[in-house]
């Protein structure tokens, strides 16, 4: 498992300013070294995309004698220092931004004397990336055609001169988009909302990567990785090359696929926003509801998926020219389905959650699935979520149970969260994210040294199913409003979260399976993979694919067990759905019906005198066919400010083969050996007291001591 670091490093009490990230200092390293730090996210090299000069700057550019003083180096010098320490560093691409900041320059625009927080001096302009297409500051910057020898050509065929103008995404009417999540209000900087799916951009991100890789990076991390999907909460994107590709995509479908409001149109000339002004649709409501969304939804996921990947295998193949190896990674968000055809591109999967909160296992449980034998890194977000009230609680010395538990339930469940240092407070907030010192340093400790109690391979006897096309609607109308907002509307019922939330609020481990639409990504799932699970439920799997009957069909005529919670195969044909729905294999539940849910009864159980609602589970199957039973105790009690142990815990866990010796680790450093008792499969033991978190491992040697 990583142990990575959300490694913005910005200042305390100011804003978090996107895209350069500020100098650092040799410092640093000794923090990451006491973090234990295997990689560094949102890391390096951010200012791309405010010019190609600037981020040669940032890489390569002099640091003068007062900042060496205290140890400031440039983001080369720094990425090798971290390097001499074992610790890998991405390089951060902002895929989706452009940006122009306020300056103040000499009179002979030779020397930049302030920008973005202006001084009152200098002559007033502008400084960006419009500047930089359009050589306005010879002495400032070197001109677009060092970097791109025979100039920009768009699309059409026509030289670019102003790269927002040419590449930014665009509404309905044409308004160009700003990416207004990471724009402070309070400032005149603007970023405008760039697209992938323009040529000339992804040119330009390739130069981008080129630099960072130049500059030594490990890593290519490219956020925004949905480009341009994410533009749909601000009415986006209907610019030249998205109105093209959609042509082009309609144009390529079979006859019989095409939807029947396109008879009559001509494709060659089609240009979809005008045909939905036309109709009397502005983009601004449901866009479920809207004309051909889906399958301009279809073209979209594509589209992300091919221009991703051309920008993934640039990097390498890049790197490779310089006899050099890169990882490659993306910010996939909220992990929804959109990124799945993505993540075979990406060694290291990095997920900025939409909604950071206090508990949440089955998340994770779901992050899990969707990575399979990928590496992951959690940050947290402050939109919609704890984290600012967790950094006020952090200042006042408050809440280090809080980080512990944040840190060690991602573990617990499969993922790494990321350690913040410096990271993102969103930008209304003025200020950034950083743990106290030795709190992390204790978490980031007891990680390292228990490496060995997580594997991505569980021993949970249950799966639940996640349907991608069943769930696309009821999730699209539950996670309601933009990323400033991150709101959910708690009145829709979404049947896998409902299955999901009450296993894991009574503490049942669970792995999620992923069976994708044809939109996303191709079928994986066989009837092999499902017979390792006793139990497969499936809640409101509404649709399914042929493959994804086969793989049903299959584990249930292997004696398999399925649960079904609400519609299942709504889509198939009445012979297929009967078949199903008639197997002895299928038994039915209501949603939280723990009893119907599990006809196999519970993998584990946990009794106390106090009660075991605040424990959640995880079994991990270790290398060396030990089980480990990660438990996390959320009791957290605010007037304590501590997490309150579970006294006397008994847990039972059901394992397939006898495994007589057990040990329990405590994040507090204790190692204890545990007796147990084995009937029936059932191993049973005794915890005196359950901190925050714990790892109880089941062995057939002896235990440790």
Known sequence: MQRGVYFDAWFPRQHCYHPSLPPRRLRMIDDLVDYRATTLVWASLGGGSISLPYLEQEA???VDARARFYGFVNDSEFIAAAQARGIKVFGIVFEAQGWEFPVELSAEEDEVLALNELRGVGHRDWLGLREFGQNRYPL?????????????????????????????????????????????????????????NNPVWREYLKAVIRIQIDAGVDGVQLDETELPLGSLQYGG?????????????????????????????????????????????DFTDRHDATPLFGAYYRYQCDAIRRHFAELAAHARQYAAS???????????????????????????????????????PEWYRYVAGFAGDKDVIVVENPYGGVVPELVELLKNGRGHDLLRLSCYEAAAFGVNMAVPYGSWMGATIEDSFYAPHEVAAEIQGFLADHERLFARRSRNEVAVVYSVESNRDLVARADIGDNLRN????????????????????AVPFDVLLFPDDRTAPDRITADDLRRYPTVLL?????LTPAQVAALRGYLDGGGRLVRIGGLGENLGDADRSALLGHPGLTGSGPADLATLLPHGRQVELRAPGGTATVAANIAGLADGSAAVHLVNYDYRADDDRVRPVIDL????RLPERLPAATAYGCDGTVTALDVRVDGGF????????????????????AAG
Request: glycine share 8%.
């Open 60 to 62: 390569f550019g002099p």
């Open 140 to 196: 400032l910057w070197k001109p677009v055609e060092h970097y791109f020898p025979g100039g920009l050509v768009n699309s059409d065929g026509e030289p670019v001169t102003d790269l927002i103008e040419e590449c930014c995404a665009r509404d309905i009417r044409q308004t160009a988009l700003h990416a207004r999540w990471v724009e402070c209000p309070d400032r005149e900087h603007q970023c405008f909302y760039m697209d992938r």
């Open 237 to 281: 994107c209907f610019c030249k090359d998205c109105m093209k590709g959609f042509r082009a995509y309609l144009s390529g479908l079979p006859p019989e696929e095409r939807d029947p409001l396109l008879d009559g149109v001509d494709l060659a000339t089609f240009h979809y926003g005008d045909w939905l002004l036309e109709r009397g649709y």
């Open 322 to 360: 310089k006899g050099r190896e890169v990882l490659v990674s993306g910010n996939f968000f909220n992990m929804d389905p959109q990124y799945l055809g993505l993540a075979d591109d990406v060694d290291v999967i990095v997920t900025e959650m939409r909604n950071t909160t206090h508990r949440q």
């Open 487 to 506: 709101a959910r509307d708690e009145s829709v019922r979404v049947p896998y979260r409902e299955v999901t939330s009450a296993l894991a609020g009574a």
């Open 539 to 543: 809640p409101a799997c509404t649709h």
């Open 650 to 653: 008994d847990l039972r866990v």
């Open 683 to 702: 191993h049973a033991v005794r915890l005196d007291a359950l901190g925050p978190y714990a790892v109880v491992v089941f062995t057939a040697g002896r």
